[in-house]
Nanobody
Framework: VQLQASGGGLVQAGGSLRLSCAASARTFSRYTMTWFRQAPGKEREFVAASKGSGGSTSYADSVKGRFTISRDNAKNMVYLQMNNLKPEDTAVYYC???????????????????WGQGTLVTVSS
């Protein structure tokens, strides 16, 4: 499975961006698709996930109410709509995929088999 993330850029605080991740998986709908991010000097952290096979979405507390994850299974795409961006959202954002995760494993990056290359989001104050 190959993942290609895009959509990052420079935005002012309070602005919005939409990230996209294109996947090559044949059975895309079965994959849990997740966004992680890594800020400079910090560890990678979970942002949002869309569980495969019609499962639910989940979010980190820090982005709840501001970010929305969605997917288009017909196009093998997952999106992250980011609104009301804050300077602390500045990071490289990665999409990740796996077809065999249990719910409790979703927030932990080491469980994922497939990763995109990352896209940089910079939020200025």
């Amino acid at each position: 499975v190959q993942l290609q993330a895009s959509g990052g850029g420079l935005v002012q605080a309070g602005g919005s961006l939409r990230l996209s991740c294109a996947a090559s998986a044949r059975t895309f709908s079965r994959y849990t698709m997740t966004w992680f991010r890594q800020a400079p000097g910090k560890e990678r952290e979970f942002v949002a996930a869309s569980k495969g096979s019609g499962g639910s979405t989940s979010y980190a507390d820090s982005v709840k109410g501001r970010f929305t994850i969605s997917r288009d299974n017909a196009k093998n795409m997952v999106y992250l709509q980011m609104n009301n961006l804050k300077p602390e959202d500045t990071a490289v954002y990665y999409c990740a995929a796996d077809s065999s995760l249990i719910s409790s494993s979703i927030p932990y990056g080491h469980h994922y088999d497939y990763w995109g290359q990352g896209t940089l989001v910079t939020v200025s104050s």
